[in-house]
């Protein structure tokens, strides 16, 4: 079974600098999808940015970029200028990219970390 | 707002109490899924529906019964709930049936359960 590790409960930063959040996961699969997903207090859960494990090249989605080092099954997300609109919950996702069995469709999540946007 | 809505917003029940969550989606998707979110806890993925199928059950309690009338409707009937399951119930929609895509989920707001 995957499993998907945020090893930072909570982090902080400056309006203005740059954040980076951890995630690790843990796989069998060589074909999957990896997702940071945003959940501001009492709103609504929404998608940041996502991967393809067969595409080497990194995504970028404005000031969000992700480190996605699929040897090391490691996929952090990285904040820059970060705003106090970026306060909130980040969840690090899995999915398998096979369809059918017990993976459909199925996001595996990290345990979340809290971000801090400090003014 | 994701175009998933979900009522209603908050819920406090008794144990002997029934009662139903409501999720509509309103983009057209295919796929529907009720997660689980517990305080301290990874998200949990309770039920996943396709074309109005049920393709997984995650091991959940039969206190917890789904039902997909259309693919823009997604109930969760509860009924003798224990302290243990409140929480945060989300639905979630995706456009694709398979596995096989980008296919992304997208959530709605979310039931605050709590079971006394």
């Known amino acids: 079974a995957q499993t998907v590790t945020q090893s930072q409960p909570e982090m902080s930063v400056q309006e203005a600098e740059t954040v980076t959040l951890s995630c690790t996961y843990d796989t069998s699969e060589s074909d999957y999808y990896l997702f940071w997903y945003k959940q501001p207090p009492s709103r609504q859960m929404i998608l940041v940015i996502r991967?393809?494990?067969?595409?080497?090249q990194n995504a970028t989605e404005n000031r969000f970029s992700v480190n996605f080092q699929k040897a090391a099954k490691s996929f952090s997300l990285k904040i820059s200028d970060s705003q106090l609109g970026d306060a909130a919950m980040y969840f690090c996702a899995y999915r398998s990219a096979h369809a059918g069995g017990t993976s459909y469709g199925k996001l595996t999540f990290g345990q979340g970390t809290i971000l801090t946007v400090h003014p | 707002e994701t175009g998933v809505t979900q009522t209603p917003r908050h819920l406090v029940m008794g144990m002997t109490n029934k009662k139903s969550l409501k999720c509509e989606q309103h983009l057209g998707h295919n796929a529907m899924y009720w997660y689980k979110q517990s305080a301290k806890k990874p998200l949990e993925l309770m039920f996943v529906y396709s074309l109005e199928e049920r393709v997984e059950n995650n091991s959940v309690p039969s206190r917890f019964s789904p039902e997909c009338p259309n693919s823009s409707h997604l109930f969760l009937h509860l009924h003798t709930l224990q302290p243990e399951d409140s929480a945060l119930y989300l639905c979630a929609s995706s456009l694709a049936p398979l596995a096989r895509s980008t296919d992304t989920q997208y959530f709605g707001p979310g039931t605050r359960l709590t079971v006394l």
């Open positions: 991967q393809e494990a067969y595409k080497q």
